[in-house]
């Protein structure tokens, strides 16, 4: 099990001693040789792990579930020969991402329509074998940029240094100077500056993990927090706030509602949803704040069909 004070015979440079037990032959730091095994159009599980992630990214679900185990722990693969293409196909493509990102979102599989058969239903209820589109919520992020989207406050630069959170008050006691704002300057998740006492609260109920750990696959959950956070969270009412404002030069209500709708959920409101929003709307211009924050909540805003 090893003991740092009882040393024994130097172990020698070398790839996984299962995968490949010869020692690396070489005067510097093994470092290249070793990134070269790892990139081998030989080693059979490097292209097999990332073909699965990316699956898992664009699918929901990794051919592996287990996108962090490929062992005898790890889910065995719903599509062996499939993956065994992919990782292959992966390769023979020089390991290009985008190429291999093309290649499943113009899938058969990806355009398929999320409406289950009976059949399917009582056969396959999870869906791994992917009979149909798997209807799933957003990722956090995901959701944060979309009401920064529609809202058209959204920042589109890229690059720069993270944009500090907004922190509560003792935090501010041992440094005063890294107080972000609300909205994190409008620019898109990703931008965020990750701090690993305080992470970023909205962020954090819809299930992004702390930026400690290591998470190939994250949880979904389904919990009231989530609710708490869409209606109480001071970003998601200024988000509201501006996309109520920015559809408020339409010339009528009914207008203003369609835009509403076609901005936030890309599709013109039905006859009832026009009418159920029209009894909604008053003389206080704060309805319409109300109106753009229940289309934030919707399941047709947060979930992709």
């Not at 996984?16 to 990134?35: C, F, H, N, Y």
């Not at 529609?150 to 440094?175: A, C, I, Q």
């Not at 001071?234 to 009528?252: H, L, N, T, Y």
């Amino acid at each position: 099990r090893g003991d740092h004070k009882l040393a024994t015979e130097i172990v020698p440079r070398r790839y996984l001693e299962v995968l490949d037990s010869k020692p690396i032959a070489t005067q510097g730091s093994g470092r290249l040789d070793l990134a070269r095994q790892i990139a081998s159009p030989s080693n059979p599980l490097t292209a097999r792990v990332m073909v699965n992630r990316l699956w898992h990214h664009v699918f929901g679900a990794g051919i592996v579930r287990s996108v962090d185990n490929f062992g005898r722990l790890g889910e065995l693969p719903s599509h062996p020969e499939l993956l065994d293409w992919l990782a292959s196909e992966f390769v023979a493509r020089r390991w290009s991402v985008k190429d291999m990102l093309r290649l499943m979102l113009t899938s058969r599989a990806f355009q398929q329509s999320d409406a289950a058969s009976s059949l399917a239903s009582q056969r396959d209820p999870s869906n791994r074998l992917l009979s149909h589109w798997s209807v799933r919520r957003l990722p956090a992020e995901s959701i944060r940029d979309a009401m920064l989207s529609v809202s058209g406050r959204l920042v589109t630069d890229t690059g720069g240094p993270g944009t500090p959170l907004p922190l509560p008050k003792e935090f501010n006691v041992f440094d005063p100077h890294v107080d972000g704002p609300v909205d994190g300057d409008n620019r898109r998740s990703i931008y965020l500056e990750a701090r690993r006492g305080h992470p970023q609260l909205f962020l954090a109920a819809f299930d992004a993990p702390r930026s400690t750990l290591i998470v190939g696959a994250r949880d979904v959950t389904n919990v009231p927090a989530q609710s708490l956070a869409m209606q109480n969270d001071p970003f998601v009412w200024q988000m509201a706030e501006s996309f109520a404002a920015r559809c408020s030069s339409e010339s009528d209500a009914r207008s203003r509602i369609t835009t509403m709708y076609r901005l936030a959920l890309a599709r013109p409101p039905m006859e009832h949803e026009t009418n159920r929003a029209l009894d909604f709307i008053s003389d206080d211009p704060e309805t319409w704040r109300d109106l753009a924050q229940a289309l934030f909540n919707t399941k047709e805003f947060m979930f992709l069909k």
